[in-house]
């Protein structure tokens, strides 16, 4: 039940981002500083505890979550670079403004988003309060990935319509991802493994991604305060769990 009811939540969160794109982008930066703050709480204070506890229990080795945290930053670093699909930098690819590169770019974002149902339902198989936190982190980052969603489609010469019917793909694109995991489990190791990769993946969205968004054009101190705000909420949210 609670599964289904995150992954609806997804959709909704991914939906409003790319409404919101579709009206009015330039008053988001200080969401976006709270939700680089949800995502780096979520991590250090949820899903690295919870790494470290089946590690001890099962006498695993701690290097490799590390390792699978390591893989996922760089893999998601290297497959958005190559798909050019990385938000803070595309001005420096204004030569390929084009719809097909917002098509593909567009995909690979449903792409991600399937992979955020899959975390969710991942999490609810190593426990409820995991799946919760992981599930705070992807609806969190998940109205950034419909704000770019539409604003990928939109730049490169798409429709609003068009923008719209991939907008739909990608919000449905983590339910279908929780509904997925319904047909497997993990293993004690495949756990810690899928929880250190989402990590990295975690780390480099919000790294990379977010705060850089937050802060391209309006730096400012209120906005560091509330990624502050951010981090220190899913440290309470932790406690309390």
């Not at 790319?18 to 200080?30: E, Q």
């Not at 539409?150 to 990608?170: E, H, I, Y």
């Not at 497997?184 to 250190?196: A, D």
């Not at 951010?230 to 949210?237: D, E, I, Q, R, S």
């Amino acid at each position: 039940m609670l599964p289904a009811l995150f992954a609806a939540s997804t959709f909704v969160s991914t939906l409003l981002g790319g409404l919101t794109a579709l009206k009015n982008r330039d008053r988001l930066h200080r969401i976006l500083g709270f939700t680089a703050g949800v995502l780096l709480g979520v991590v250090a204070f949820d899903i690295l505890p919870e790494v470290f506890r089946i590690v001890g229990q099962n006498n695993l080795s701690r290097t490799v979550p590390m390792v699978a945290l390591v893989v996922g930053f760089l893999l998601f670093h290297i497959i958005e670079k190559n798909l050019i699909i990385h938000h803070a930098h595309e001005l420096e690819y204004g030569e390929h403004k084009h719809p097909q590169v917002g098509l593909a770019s567009a995909l690979a974002l449903s792409g991600h988003s399937f992979l955020d149902g899959v975390g969710i339902g991942l999490g609810f198989q190593v426990s409820s309060a995991v799946g919760i936190a992981v599930a705070i982190a992807v609806i969190a980052h998940d109205f950034t990935d419909g704000l770019n969603t539409v604003t990928l489609m939109l730049t490169n010469k798409n429709t609003p319509r068009r923008s719209f019917g991939l907008l739909l793909l990608d919000a449905a694109a983590p339910v279908l991802g929780v509904l997925a995991t319904r047909l497997f489990h993990l293993s004690e190791t495949g756990l810690v493994l899928y929880l250190g990769f989402f990590a990295g993946f975690l780390l480099y969205i919000g790294a990379s991604d977010i705060l850089p968004e937050a802060h391209a054009k309006h730096p400012s101190r209120l906005t560091m305060m509330l990624t502050v705000a951010g981090a220190a909420l899913m440290f309470a949210v932790s406690r309390f769990a």
